[in-house]
């Protein structure tokens, strides 16, 4: 069976050889996907008869959005911390202890509902790839549960025991780290595609970050760095020296930062709504645009900082926080975001592709920044299926 897509009024392909500038938009057109895969792509005046047929009415279509941070396992809420900012008191990441306790606390079947319920909640804004990361845990039994249960909703799973340094060890940080890098790096692998570490002043120095990071890529993890979100530091330049996928939240930048990105194949990827829920500076996405340095946005999805799961917010805070135009915004929530978890088959619209895809209640993909809180997912199809 096959089914045609038609009627489209603005197909964001991502391929620029396929159509007009960096979204390699076609007007007037039309999608096969067959077999969990786009088939074909093209103006709908050359389209072929198909199985079914779906009218998109005039709307845009858009790859489906690549969300490449995210903490979905977790227990317990902290809007009383939330409340707290706004109030105005400062962000210092302190409170991720508070989400450690209840989330040991909980069931596997507790931290399954909410993570299941996230992803549901993502999945109907058109998120359709998402990343999750385990940290929240902080033990041997709870990361390795952390990611087992992550793994039951997506591939993209990352090891962050090295999220703080949990209470039972404040006084013995070489301990815990020796910890995360022997019986608890064993126990999460099976379950983990990345690892990651908060390379930040209160969490884990560079020495610290470095010796946990080389040591998950010794076990064949890829390489995502929290970096530079509180303050600067040695993240960034870290994440490029390992060659990580991803330097994530790069709020606070140097220059020498900058080139180091410019001239590597790390993503920066932006997490805009964690700015919009501790009141911090926005990251400078112009400035990193215009130093030709690929840029994704992610939602940093958790209980604390940013408990937000919809990609379109995040297009439009960085539209009107970041500096960022609409087009490069939707390329960073698609394209940029299959950059960052290191995918070409997802993100883009292409024969060959994975058939993941949103259409808009809207013409174009400028609505999403142009008419930010609103509902404008229409359909969503994750491989080649059709969600009601």
């Known amino acids: 069976m096959n089914l045609l897509i038609d009627n489209i009024g603005e197909l964001v392909t991502n391929e620029p050889r396929m159509g007009k500038g960096p979204l390699g938009i076609v007007q007037r057109a039309a999608i096969l996907v067959e077999d969990g895969t786009v088939a074909w792509v093209g103006r709908s005046a050359y389209a072929q008869p198909a199985d079914r047929r779906l009218d998109a009415e005039g709307a845009a279509v858009l790859p489906g959005f690549v969300d490449s941070h995210a903490h979905l396992v977790f227990a317990g809420d902290r809007a009383a911390e939330f409340a707290a900012r706004m109030a105005g008191e400062r962000y210092n990441g302190g409170g991720i202890r508070t989400t450690v306790a209840a989330t040991r606390a909980a069931s596997d079947d507790d931290l399954r509902d909410t993570a299941g319920r996230l992803c549901r909640e993502a999945l109907r804004q058109g998120t359709t790839t998402i990343e999750i990361k385990s940290g929240y845990g902080l033990s041997v039994t709870d990361e390795e549960r952390s990611l087992r249960i992550g793994r039951e909703f997506t591939d993209e799973t990352t090891f962050l025991g090295a999220h703080v340094v949990p209470a039972e060890y404040a006084d013995r940080v070489d301990d815990y780290v020796g910890l995360v890098c022997g019986p608890m790096l064993r ?101 990193l645009l215009d130093a030709r340095v690929t840029v994704a946005l992610a939602t940093d999805c958790n209980p604390g900082s940013s408990y937000t799961s919809s990609m379109p917010f995040c297009i439009a805070l960085a539209v009107r926080e970041m500096g960022m135009t609409p087009a490069e915004a939707v390329w960073s929530a698609t394209a940029g975001g299959a950059k960052a978890l290191r995918r070409t088959d997802i993100g883009v619209l292409r024969p060959g592709a994975r058939a993941d895809l949103t259409v808009l209640d809207a013409p174009s993909h400028l609505h999403l920044a142009y008419r930010p809180g609103v509902p404008l997912i229409r359909h969503v199809m994750h491989n080649g299926v059709l969600l009601e």
């Not at 010796?211 to 076990?219: C, F, K, N």
């Not at 330097?247 to 194949?265: E, G, K, Q, R, Y």
């Open 187 to 287: 126990a999460a692998a099976p379950y983990a595609r990345w690892i990651d570490v908060f390379c930040e002043q209160g969490a884990f120095d560079a020495d610290h970050s470095r010796a946990i990071l080389t040591v998950g890529q010794a076990a064949g993890l890829g390489v995502r760095v929290h970096a530079n979100q509180l303050g600067a530091g040695p993240g960034v330049r870290l994440a490029v020296e390992l060659g990580a996928a991803s330097a994530d939240h790069c709020t606070h930048l140097s220059a020498s930062d900058v080139d180091a990105l410019a001239s590597s194949s790390t993503v920066a990827t932006l997490l805009p709504g964690a700015e919009f829920s501790t009141r911090s500076p926005y990251p400078d996405a112009r400035r």
